[in-house]
């Protein structure tokens, strides 16, 4: 309820998804809205691993074994 003069922001959802023209409304006001296609559902391409995640490990990995390489050069020919 509100007293007169009053207002208040009021949201709501609206789960419609075959299309058409509805009508929404809240005494004595109303309001069309149109759905021109049924909503396309999101695939995430999220594994779990972010890429960035992926491309460092690689990185040192390959850091890592020529780290090794050179260690083995320079141990023989000592």
């Given at each position: 309820?509100?007293?007169?003069?009053?207002?208040?922001?009021?949201?709501?959802?609206?789960?419609?998804?075959t299309?058409?023209?509805?009508k929404?409304?809240?005494?004595?006001?109303?309001?069309?809205?149109?759905?021109?296609?049924?909503?396309?559902?999101?695939?995430?391409?999220?594994?779990?691993?972010?890429?960035?995640?992926?491309?460092?490990?690689?990185?040192?990995?390959?850091?890592?074994?020529?780290?090794l390489?050179?260690?083995?050069?320079?141990?023989?020919?000592?």
């Amino acid at each position: 309820m509100l007293d007169p003069g009053e207002s208040q922001v009021v949201t709501f959802t609206v789960n419609k998804n075959t299309p058409g023209t509805y009508k929404a409304s809240i005494d004595p006001l109303s309001a069309d809205f149109v759905i021109t296609s049924a909503p396309a559902t999101q695939q995430s391409n999220d594994s779990g691993v972010p890429v960035v995640g992926i491309f460092i490990g690689g990185f040192l990995l390959v850091f890592l074994i020529i780290l090794l390489i050179i260690r083995q050069r320079r141990q023989s020919n000592y």
